[in-house]
């Protein structure tokens, strides 16, 4: 199948689940057509079934605002046209829900069906989609993709709540390669990051308000009182130099380091013993999940889709958003004792299989199929029934 992808090439949670989904297709023999405006992040080897479009922006005086969504469009006709792709999988519905709508009417003008698969990611619908300047464009090209996914029930559900719409959202929870994640710890980092043999406590994300990464800090400040241990924030964004702030405020500068953002986030995973993630909102938390596939137990908030994946006492803890006494208490009756600690990191690795790129993949081939078969049932000439 030919298959056109469009996502945000950063490191959020859709550009990276986007770009795994289409890596992950070519292997499997697909050709996948990544339409964005930058070389998506997790995008690194060379494929042979993976080709790269990149959108360019026309900038003229008169455009205080270049007009992207518009740049998008194009390019979609065009890659749609010059490759004879089988259909449009967006990821993230603003703008790219909208931006596939012009192209399939664009290319109908032509004779072509493109069908349009709108994956919903979180922030499109719960922060941004529901804003009053992009809900009636959010809701109208939800409505007319071809198929709606939605990466956890949460956020199916959400959905339905917020938008009217009308049409079925199938759940495709996230997934993660399992294998990838399933790395022996580097003992010379492990010795750079805790010399003293302290546990590890780590928490990666866009370090945006919704993340509450200040609560990490105070976590980590609880828990350091009781366990030796070290905080890696891996990632970066807005809250950050709050974050740094509060760190030098409560004197914790020595035992927490800031990385940045990270492509081999396997090999941090690696060393670590308790992941962080407190969130006010996680349609998902695909974080999360790296971080169990490594074998590494989970301390968060129960927002959202996290308890489709956090299994409360095994994988690890879920509590209110901001209770924070709750969380580091939870963090330190894991960390505390050895084989309390080796138990939670043995469910989090195990729940993570039920996540794996094998068990979930196949879903969405499966949903392409549905519409591979109908355009060729579309296609097909006429039978008479009788023949003259
Ligand atoms: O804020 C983020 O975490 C980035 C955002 C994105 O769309 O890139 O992540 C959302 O999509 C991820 C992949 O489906 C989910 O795992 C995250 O939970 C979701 N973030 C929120 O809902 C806040």
Redesign the pocket.
Known sequence: MRIGIVC?P?F??????ATELGKALAEKGHQVHFITYQQPVRLIEFSANIFYHEVRVATYPLFEYPPYETALSSTMVDVINNHQLDLLHV??AIPHASAAYMAKKIVATHGKNIPVIT?L????I??VGRDKTLAPVVAFSINESDAITA?SKN?RDETYEIFDIKKEIEVIY?FVDVKRFQKKPIDAFRKVIAPNGERILVHA??F?A??RVLDVVNIFAEVTKEIPSKLLFVGDGPERPATENLCRKLNLCDEIRFVGKQEQIEEILAVADLFILP?E???????A?EAMAAGVPLISSDA??LPEINVNGKTGFMSSVGDVESMSRNAIAILSDEDILNRFKRNAAEQAMKFDIHQIVPKYERLYDRFLVANLEEKKPLRRKNPI
């Open positions: 945000y950063t959020g949670g859709s550009g990276v689940l990821h993230y994956t990611h979180g922030t499109d719960t922060l990466v956020l996230n994300s866009n945006r919704v993340k969130s909102y996680e349609s998902f938390g695909l974080a999940l959202g889709g």
